[in-house]
């Protein structure tokens, strides 16, 4: 950089520099300092010499930790035969620019796409004909059976205990009662009213008593029902999620551990018949602890650039044997906007290095051998597991499945934050086979009418704030999905087990 393109740099900030200050940054010449002159100069707007030598000089100081991993010289993986089948379907790509202006009508538009979406999904399974337009059954008469579509606006128990929802769709607002009762049917379908959540749309099926309709049935759009996919190339996947480089919790030595035997460094046989099949890895999120996450993180942190702890991430990525496929998501801590869908992590942060490194939104679409494969970080199960009685973080599967439930990545509206984007990016359009995601920091699988729901944990001891909520995670546990037997195995490389 010559010295008129530094100054520039520096006044584009409102930030003056001393003439040899401009001159030893000329000398330097390293763009991330610059950078990192922004980032440290707090409110200083005049940056001498002696700033910028400081600065050189504290970043010294702090070399980022070696990398050391382990490689077998005798390793010869049969997954390295196979060229690899992956297709990245483009509709869950976000350009990381908003099409609209955030205004009401955005919003509104995002909320009628949801609705149109999901009332043609409900079609799918309960039939098309038969739901009754909610602006017309004020005109009913008693009595009568009807079935509606609409989205949850409101929701309350009355001091009779049953649960009152309002149902609204473009035709009008329904009052729905579920009556509060021990006897079947009215019980399960009280239970399932008091799983309903803001902003979803469902479909109720119930009958009229003016200025009600009294629920007999909720339905969800749900998945249909299939046998599991399994393939016959024998390949596997694995999954991780949340490794917050950069956080004094993240678990170098265990990482590392788990890089080596990925590079058949087994030191026992565990796992050794899988590791040579793994062709596709899948990163869902947190791969960096962030800067300015939460309040006071500074304090938490062992890198405190953000460049930095993507450099140290790359560095690890870059041990991932060549011929492995990485598929790499953003989550609520990683450098990309907050609100959802969010875009790729710029090219600045991570650098694709030989091209197998596959940088995508959240959530994304990928197929991974024929696999429809649904990557979500998965921010939204805060709100899920906070508004559904029963859930807790101790089973992120269950309400992994509440959201395939209502074909809906991110149901209620304002508890993460959401962009209106021209389409509900949220909504699970396509029926995935796999479904990956992390955020908790804590494992769980299941198998949901034929989809496998893989929840990666995390690789970050428990946090300070963790011990304040009773939040006991799971780090260092590698699932690994054989495509051929449909199985799932986990290797734990706090204890490195094969269970
Ligand atoms: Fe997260």
Redesign the pocket.
């Given at each position: 950089m010559n010295d008129e393109e530094i100054v520039k740099f520096f006044e584009k900030e409102e930030v003056l520099l001393s003439p040899d200050a401009v001159e030893l940054l000329k000398e330097k010449s390293d763009e991330s300092l610059l950078k990192k002159i922004l980032e440290k100069r707090g409110e200083e707007v005049f940056i001498s010499r002696e700033f910028i030598e400081q600065l050189i000089e504290e970043e010294k100081k702090i070399p980022l930790p070696v990398v050391e991993v382990k490689r077998a010289s005798d390793f010869k993986p049969i997954s390295k035969e196979y060229s690899p089948e992956l297709k990245f379907l483009k509709e869950y790509d976000v350009s990381g620019k908003c099409n609209c202006g955030g205004s009401v009508d955005d919003f509104v538009n995002l909320f009628r796409d949801r609705l149109k979406k999901t009332r043609k999904m409900l079609e799918m399974r309960v039939g098309a004909t038969g739901i009754t337009d909610i602006g017309a059954t004020g005109g009913f008469t008693k009595g009568r059976e009807v079935r509606i579509v609409g989205m949850v606006n409101n929701k309350m128990i009355t001091k009779n205990g049953h649960v009152m929802v309002e149902l609204e769709s473009e035709e009008g607002v329904a009052k729905v009662l579920a009556l509060k009762s021990n006897r079947e049917p009215e019980r399960s379908c009280f239970e399932k009213a008091n799983t309903l959540l803001l902003d979803e749309v469902v479909a109720i099926d119930g009958r009229v008593s003016d200025p009600f309709i009294i629920a007999s049935d909720v339905i969800w759009p749900d998945l249909p029902i299939r046998t599991q996919k399994v393939i016959d190339r024998d390949l596997c996947i694995a999954f991780m999620s949340?490794l917050h480089v950069g956080s004094r919790n993240f678990m170098q030595e265990q990482f590392q551990k788990m890089l080596g035997w990925l590079n058949g460094e087994m030191g026992d046989e565990n796992g050794k018949e899988l590791v040579g099949r793994i062709k596709y890895i899948i990163i869902a999120?947190?791969l960096v602890d962030g800067i300015g996450v939460y309040p006071e993180q500074e304090k938490e942190l062992v890198i405190k650039d953000i460049y930095e702890q993507y450099e140290l991430f790359l560095k690890f990525v870059s041990s991932i044997p060549d011929y492995i496929e990485v598929i790499i998501a953003p989550?609520?801590?990683d450098a990309v906007r907050r609100a959802e869908p969010q875009p790729e992590i710029t090219k600045d942060l991570l650098k694709a290095g030989n091209g197998r490194m596959h940088v995508v939104g959240n959530p994304s679409l990928v197929d991974i051998e024929g696999f429809r494969t649904l990557v979500y970080?998965?921010?939204s199960l805060d709100s899920i597991i906070a508004g559904i009685r029963g859930m807790s973080y101790q089973y992120p599967e269950k309400p992994m499945v509440e959201l395939l439930k209502r074909r809906n990545l991110s149901p209620i509206y304002g508890e993460n934050p959401v962009v209106p984007e021209s389409k509900d990016y949220m909504l699970i359009e396509e029926v995935p086979d796999i479904v990956h995601m992390?955020?908790v920091h804590k494992n769980g699988y299941d198998n949901y009418k034929g989809t496998v729901i893989v929840n990666s944990g995390t690789w970050q001891s428990q946090t300070d704030f963790q011990v304040r909520q009773g939040h006991t995670p799971s780090p260092c546990i590698l699932p690994v999905l054989d495509l051929r037997s449909g199985r799932m195995n986990v290797i734990n490389f706090m204890k490195r087990e094969v269970a």
């Open positions: 949340d999120g947190d989550g609520n801590h970080h998965g921010t992390g955020h």
